[in-house]
Every structure is written in C-alpha cells, then in structure tokens.
C-alpha cells in the first residue's frame, strides 16, 4: 500500500506562487518516480512534471520556465514551485508516485489562479 498527502493548494492572483507538497508513505520502493499532475473542469488529466529518484526531471512545455519540480528522498516528499501563475493553470493537482509503471494518487488539491 502506498499513501500519498499533497498540501499547498489554495487561491491565488494571477502572477503569484504557490508551493504544493506531497508525502508519500508505505510500500516505497527506491526505483520510483514522483510527479505532479493536474486536471481543470472539462478536460484530462495531463502530466505537470516528474522527477526521478535521481533528479532528472520532465515538463510540460506550458509549465517550463514557470515551474520547479523537487525531491527529498529521505522524506520520500516530492515538491512543486509554482511561479507566475495564471488563470490557465486552475485545476485539481494530483501527486503520483509511478512504481515500474504502476501509478498510486494522491486524492489532490484544488489551484485557482484568479485574473
């Protein structure tokens, strides 16, 4: 079993930042990938960016520039920075945790970017 607990969500102007945290706890193994997903009213739920264990990273070309995905492995926390944020990016954000292609979710926190 695995757990996963975001915080950090909430409402904010547009140009502002917010920073989600998400902890992950339980079956861990060590060869995983953490990351954050989003989905807004209406549409999919589509990668953000993800982080390995050993710190190579993946953006979404809307967040490059704007967003910083990290990791604290001896947390198993994996965070997301969020700068020069817009109406665009409001959605329900997700953790994940991708175990050899199995993915676990976080139940996810609600971003609304006001204009």
């Given at each position: 079993?695995?757990?996963?607990v975001?915080?950090?969500?909430?409402?904010?102007?547009?140009?502002?930042?917010?920073?989600?945290?998400?902890?992950a706890?339980?079956?861990?193994?060590?060869?995983?990938?953490?990351?954050w997903h989003r989905?807004?009213?209406?549409?999919q739920?589509?990668?953000?960016?993800?982080?390995?264990?050993?710190?190579?990273?993946?953006?979404?070309?809307?967040?490059?520039?704007?967003?910083?995905?990290?990791?604290?492995?001896?947390?198993?926390?994996?965070?997301?920075?969020?700068?020069?944020?817009?109406?665009?990016?409001?959605?329900?954000?997700?953790?994940?945790?991708?175990?050899?292609?199995?993915?676990?979710?976080?139940?996810?926190?609600?971003?609304?970017?006001?204009?």
């Amino acid at each position: 079993q695995v757990q996963l607990v975001e915080s950090g969500g909430g409402l904010v102007q547009a140009g502002g930042s917010l920073r989600l945290s998400c902890a992950a706890s339980g079956s861990i193994f060590s060869n995983n990938i953490m990351g954050w997903h989003r989905q807004a009213p209406g549409k999919q739920r589509e990668l953000v960016a993800e982080i390995t264990r050993g710190g190579s990273t993946n953006y979404d070309d809307s967040v490059k520039g704007r967003f910083t995905i990290s990791r604290d492995n001896a947390k198993n926390t994996v965070y997301l920075q969020m700068n020069s944020l817009k109406p665009e990016d409001t959605a329900v954000y997700f953790c994940a945790l991708r175990i050899v292609g199995t993915y676990y979710w976080g139940k996810g926190t609600l971003v609304t970017v006001s204009s």
